[in-house]
C-alpha cells in the first residue's frame, strides 16, 4: 500500500556521490510538485530540494551546486548528491503533491556519510 517508494540511501564517505530516486505506485498520478526533505538527528526536517510540473527546482542552499533534482517522468522524482558532507547525513524523505492539493510522503532512506 506504499505510494511512495525511495531507493539509493546508503553509507558512503565524505565527497562521494548517491543517487536517490522515489517512484509513485500506479494508484498516485497527477502529481506536480516532488520534493526531497530530510531529517538530520536533532534537527527538524528541511527541504533539500523540489521540482514542479514545469522543471523550475528550488534547492536548499547547503545544496546548491552539489545537488541536483529531476524527474524522468511525472511519477518520479531523483535526487543525485555529489561532494557529500557529514552534514548531509540524515533520513531523506519524498514528498508530491497531487493537481488537486494531496499531499504524499514516502518512508523514507537513511543517508549516512562518514569521514
Known amino acids: 500500500q506504499v505510494q511512495l517508494v525511495e531507493t539509493g540511501g546508503g553509507l558512503v564517505q565524505a565527497g562521494g556521490s548517491l543517487r536517490l530516486s522515489c517512484d509513485a505506485s500506479?494508484?498516485?498520478?497527477?502529481?506536480?510538485?516532488m520534493g526531497w526533505y530530510r531529517q538530520a538527528p536533532r534537527k527538524q526536517r528541511e527541504l533539500v530540494a523540489e521540482?514542479?510540473?514545469?522543471?523550475?527546482t528550488t534547492y536548499a542552499n547547503s545544496v546548491k551546486g552539489r545537488f541536483t533534482i529531476s524527474r524522468d517522468n511525472p511519477k518520479n522524482a531523483n535526487l543525485q548528491m555529489n561532494n557529500l558532507r557529514l552534514e548531509d547525513t540524515g533520513f531523506y524523505y519524498c514528498k508530491a503533491v497531487t493537481a488537486w492539493g494531496a499531499i504524499f510522503w514516502g518512508q523514507g532512506t537513511q543517508v549516512t556519510v562518514s569521514s
Open positions: 521540482v514542479n510540473a514545469s522543471s523550475v
Open positions: 500506479r494508484s498516485l498520478f497527477s502529481l506536480t510538485t
